[in-house]
Structure formats: C-alpha cells, structure tokens
C-alpha cells in the first residue's frame, strides 16, 4: 500500500511541475491570459470524462497563472464558458454541434476552422470585452 501511495505522490508532483512550467511560459508570454470559468467539480460528475478531468489539474493550473501573473503585472480574466465552441467568432451565430465535431462549420458566413481554435477566439473576445 505504500508503495501505491508513492506512486500517487510522483503523478501528483509531475502535475504540479507541469503546470507550474505552463503558467510560467504563459505569465512570461502574454499581459493577458483568458480562461473559461469551467464548473470543474460538476464536470467530474460525467463518469465518461471524470477520470481524464481529474487527472488534468485545470484548476490548479488556472490557480498558478493567477498568482504568478498578479505578481508580474499581468491579467488573468475568467470567462463564461458558454457556447464558446458553438458561436461563430466570425459572425456570432450559434452553430450547434457533438462533442465529436472537430471541425467549426458555418451555414451563415462559411467561415470554417478547427472547433478549439474558433473557441480560442471567442473566449478572447469575451475577455477584451
């Protein structure tokens, strides 16, 4: 049983490293760093995803840029995260799409990109606005 807890102490470390190294590259980039204000806790509810949830850090990672952004200057802005990947950051139309659907497709404008990075867009937007 030790030996179980030990393990789990060095994924856990390795987490902490990792997201202490991506705040910093982040912090060290950009004067402002946007974030969506993802209901962590209620998305660990969905036993698909749980796992792969709780094993990322997001919180933990949002709590470390946070510090160390207020402490060179920086902004850290959190974000509705609604509709972020269904909006059009071309037009503003709700596109509705799957999980599955990777790809942004626009029936009103045709704009077309990759469906985190037409998210990307939109969680900026909201953060300048």
Wanted: charged letters at 25%; hydrophobic letters at 35%.
């Amino acid at each position: 049983m030790h030996v179980l807890a030990r393990l789990h102490e060095h994924v856990a470390n390795q987490r902490k490293d990792y997201n202490h190294k991506v705040s910093r590259e982040l912090v060290n980039r950009y004067g402002l760093i946007a974030f969506e204000d993802l209901n962590v806790l209620g998305m660990t509810k969905n036993h698909n995803l749980a796992k792969s949830i709780a094993d990322s850090g997001w919180s933990q990672l949002v709590s470390f840029t946070t510090y160390k952004a207020e402490s060179a200057g920086r902004v850290v802005k959190q974000v509705d995260p609604r509709n972020t990947s269904q909006l059009c950051s071309s037009c503003g139309v709700v596109v509705k799409k799957l999980l599955k659907d990777r790809k942004h497709h626009c029936l009103c404008c045709g704009y077309v990109v990759d469906r985190d990075e037409n998210a990307a867009v939109n969680i900026l937007k909201r953060a300048t606005a």
